[in-house]
């Protein structure tokens, strides 16, 4: 089943901090986070598995709450480079789907000078 | 030295068409996929091949078929082509492990337009 992503969109000006989250109805085993820049390959970012677990990558972080069944992405003094559509993607366990990710519809991040 | 290589980039045929999609990795790992990237930038799962095993989505039209020669390879093959198989068409690898803690590395994707 496929998880939520919010915002659909958002814009920021460079420097500006933004959040996104991801939400499933089922419960998570795990959370992936992808950026894929117009007209290019999605690229990782980073896996969270555990309940609770932070990650980082640069100003990019990630937090994973799994009895709430949600991750957030957290951007910090955004770049421009930071441009692109962001995808959670997740792993359920129970489905016949083997190890692939069912993903998020995206969220559009548009960073402006 | 491209981790995941997909042939060709770009696609443009007619509709009734056979058509195949050649991927390589070269990084070593067990498990590839097939993903579908519709004009709304939905990033849907099509296959998943894991040491000669394939699960397939159920809501692929059985006019989509991977082949895979090796480890290394997993070739989509598409026959009668329809308007909406038009897309982007990503192959993806992973050391896909029982506790699915790996990341998926992309190919650059195959643009398929139909006529």
């Known amino acids: 089943q496929q998880p939520v992503q919010s915002p659909q969109a958002v814009i920021l000006r460079e420097g500006e901090d933004a959040v996104i989250n991801c939400s499933s109805s089922?419960?998570?085993?795990?959370v992936h986070w992808y950026r894929q820049k117009h007209g290019e390959a999605p690229v990782f970012l980073m896996i969270?598995?555990?309940?609770?677990e932070q990650k980082g990558h640069e100003k990019i972080s990630a937090s994973f709450n799994e009895k709430k069944q949600q991750s957030s992405l957290y951007l910090t003094a955004s770049q421009l480079s930071y441009s692109g559509t962001y995808f959670c993607?997740?792993?359920?366990?129970?489905?016949?789907?083997?190890?692939?990710?069912?993903f998020g519809k995206g969220t559009s991040l548009l960073v402006t000078p | 030295d491209t981790a995941v290589s997909q042939t060709p980039k770009y696609l443009v045929t007619q509709m009734g068409n056979d058509k195949s999609i050649k991927c390589e990795q070269n990084?070593?790992?067990?498990?590839m996929y097939w993903y579908k990237q519709d004009s709304k930038k939905f990033l849907k799962i099509m296959f998943s091949?894991?040491?000669?095993?394939?699960?397939i989505n159920e809501t692929v039209p059985n006019r989509f078929s991977p082949k895979s020669p090796d480890k290394a390879h997993l070739n989509l093959h598409i026959n009668s082509l329809e308007l909406g198989d038009s897309a982007v068409y990503f192959c993806?690898?992973?050391?896909?492990?029982?506790?699915?803690?790996?990341?998926?590395?992309f190919g650059d994707g195959t643009r398929l337009s139909i006529l």
């Open positions: 089922k419960a998570l085993y795990s």
């Open positions: 990084l070593g790992h067990d498990t």
């Open positions: 969270l598995l555990k309940g609770g």
């Open positions: 091949y894991n040491n000669k095993e394939l699960i």
């Open positions: 993806a690898s992973s050391q896909g492990g029982t506790l699915s803690n790996q990341p998926q590395h």
């Open positions: 993607g997740t792993v359920d366990p129970n489905s016949n789907s083997g190890y692939a990710l069912n």
